[in-house]
Every structure is written in C-alpha cells, then in structure tokens.
T-cell receptor, first 112, second 112 residues
Framework: GAVVSQHPSRVICKSGTSVKIECRSL??????MFWYRQFPKQSLMLMAT?????????EQGVEKDKFLINHASLTLSTLTVTSAHPEDSSFYIC????????FGPGTRLTVL | GENVEQHPSTLSVQEGDSAVIKCTYS??????FPWYKQELGKRPQLIID?????GEKKDQRIAVTLNKTAKHFSLHITETQPEDSAVYFC???????????FGTGTRLQVFP
C-alpha cells in the first residue's frame, strides 16, 4: 500500500511555543490530506481537511488560527500548533488519500 | 453531520472464539464503511471495508455486514488469536475519498 510519513514522531515543547508537524505522501500524490487528533484511549477526531493549493476546511470547534494547516504541494501538508498549551498535548495523525486513506505513523505532542 | 456509535467499548474473548463489534451511523448519505485496527501507539491499519451496494464482505477470518435500512454495520472476527488484540475502529464516509468519521473504538482482548 501507499506510504505516508510524519515528522517528528515525538515532540516536547514549552507552553506558548509553536510546533510544526509534517505529513508526506512518499510514493503518490495526494490532493487531499486529513488531520486527526487522538487523546489517550479515545477515538480519532477529525480536525481539518487539507486541500492542495487552497484553504483547509476545519471541523466545528477546531480553531483555525490555532491549528494552521498548509498544503503547499501534492506530497506535503503541515500542521502548526500555535501558542501550544498543555491541553494541546495529544497524538496527531495525518492521512492521505489514494483510493483509500493511508495514515501516517502519528506525532505525539507533549506541551509542558 | 455524521455521527458514528460503536459498541462494545471493551470485549474480552477466549482464543478461538468469535468477536463481534457493532456500529451505527446517522447520515443516510454515507456509503463507505471501513474498519481499522490500531495497536498501542501505532497508526490505524485498514483491515476491511464495505460499500453501500454490498451487504456482506469476507476476508479470511474477518467479515463485515451492512444493513443500510437500519444504518448499522458489524465486524465479525472468527477463530480469534492473541495477535488480534488491539483497538478496533469503525468509520463512515460519503465515499472512500471523503473525510472519515470514526466510532469510539472497541478494545479487544483475546486471552490464550
């Protein structure tokens, strides 16, 4: 199947800083990528749909100014958590579409 | 919007027994229903999916059934093995290239 990578796999940052997470489709082009957040022992919650060359579509309740999404190319989408706070600590997973959705390995964010 | 409910939240079975996980969805426009297996700290892996034009699909020990009228679908695992232990998520979307709405997850434990 298709391969999706995420970087970094794990990040620890101080409260108030910004963190950028990259999602790459390695062997296919993805016009659409999705960003999910998963709290411990909970389900994947869709945050936003990232469309190449246009603005992301955010789900209800997700602050677009806090979670900045950029999909500048057909193989790369980035999620920037701005002014991170401890409550933003979570597992962030992206997925990219090629007939089906392929998930990245996730990024564990810990905000101190 | 779409809402997906999943039951049970935890399921313990003896090795060799069958396991059944059930999901209901709310949006009659949903027509694609994948099931994912997620091991601790890992990405979700697609194990089987079904589209609304099909009532049942089977792949070795795994099967999925769909009742469009009642808006529910189920995952059936036969002859369970300890390596089947994981969290299973159902999801629904309006097409395999559309956003996925996940169920709440089922933690399956298979005891030797």
């Amino acid at each position: 199947g298709a391969v999706v990578s995420q970087h970094p796999s794990r990040v620890i940052c101080k409260s108030g800083t910004s963190v950028k997470i990259e999602c790459r489709s390695l062997d296919f082009q993805a016009t659409t990528m999705f960003w999910y957040r998963q709290f411990p022992k909970q389900s994947l919650m869709l945050m936003a749909t990232s469309n190449e060359g246009s603005k992301a579509t955010y789900e209800q309740g997700v602050e677009k100014d806090k979670f900045l999404i950029n999909h500048a190319s057909l193989t790369l989408s980035t999620l920037t958590v701005t002014s991170a706070h401890p409550e933003d600590s979570s597992f962030y997973i992206c997925s990219a579409q090629e007939n089906e959705q392929f998930f990245g390995p996730g990024t564990r964010l810990t905000v101190l | 919007g779409e809402n997906v409910e999943q039951h049970p939240s935890t399921l313990s079975v003896q090795e060799g027994d069958s396991a059944v996980i059930k999901c209901t969805y709310s949006d009659s426009a949903s027509n694609y229903f994948p099931w994912y297996k997620q091991e601790l700290g890992k990405r979700p892996q697609l194990i089987i999916d079904i589209r609304s034009n099909v009532g049942e699909k089977k792949d070795q020990r795994i099967a999925v059934t769909l009742n469009k009228t009642a808006k529910h679908f189920s995952l059936h695992i036969t002859e369970t093995q300890p390596e089947d232990s994981a969290v299973y998520f159902c999801a629904a979307s309006k097409g395999n290239t559309d956003k996925l709405i996940f169920g709440t997850g089922t933690r399956l434990q298979v005891f030797p």
